[in-house]
């Protein structure tokens, strides 16, 4: 049984919309964390998230992107103004502790037209 | 800034050869992380290695993690057809907690 579950799968917007992924750990992780895979290329770490703040960004990460943990179950990944460039697959994992491995989610493929 | 490198980047075998990927940090890491993403799937922890010149061994794969905890290595006896895909290699970063993924190694096991 996966420890976290990612949804949508796929998501289709065009350029300019909102998107939100979302991310349910099964267990109860301290870590969360999201990567984003662009197609062929390595995993890119984006934001981590820790006692309800974010503990580390990448450059990445810019204003465009928030994240927040609203219920204490749900961990959403929000792209506010979506860019060709943003056309990628994004994995929520998490984790127990700092440098614990970490239990990625499927994925959601992100595809901006 | 801290880099993970990982080479080669793709490679085809013939089943049961064998197969191995290496992994250099820029700096001293404390632990190293394997994981193994399927074509079209997600990454999936198979390893962490912490003690200096650590070796494990999980059936056919082989880790190494180098004296100066700087580089590593996977190495696959006797590839199948099931071992294909991506193997990443990943470490801490120096300050703060986030993962950074080497570029992966794809591969190929031609029956």
């Known amino acids: 049984e996966p420890e976290v579950t990612q949804t949508p799968s796929h998501q289709v917007t065009q350029m300019g919309q909102e998107v939100i992924l979302r991310c349910v750990p099964i267990s109860n992780h301290l870590y969360f964390y999201w990567y984003r895979q662009i197609l062929g290329q390595k995993v890119e770490f984006l934001v981590s998230f820790y006692n309800n703040e974010i503990s580390e960004k990448s450059e990445i990460f810019d204003d465009q992107f928030s994240v927040e943990r609203p219920d204490g179950s749900n961990f959403t990944l929000k792209i506010r103004s979506t860019k060709l460039e943003d056309s990628a697959m994004y994995f929520c994992?998490?984790?127990?502790?700092?440098?614990?491995?970490?239990?990625f989610g499927n994925g959601t493929r992100l595809t901006v037209t | 800034g801290q880099q993970v490198m990982q080479i080669p980047q793709y490679q085809h075998v013939q089943e049961g050869e064998d197969f191995t990927t290496y992994c250099n940090s820029s700096t001293t890491l404390s632990n190293i992380q394997w994981y193994k993403q399927r074509p079209g799937g997600h990454p999936v922890f198979l390893i962490q290695l912490v003690k200096s010149g650590e070796v494990k061994k999980q059936k056919r794969l082989t880790f190494q993690f180098g004296e100066a905890k700087k580089n590593s290595s996977l190495h696959i006896t006797a590839t199948q057809t099931t071992d294909v895909g991506t193997y990443f290699c990943a470490g801490p970063m120096e300050y703060g907690n986030k993962l950074v993924f080497g570029a992966g190694t794809i591969l190929r096991v031609k029956s």
């Open positions: 994992a998490v984790g127990w502790g700092d440098d614990s491995p970490l239990h």
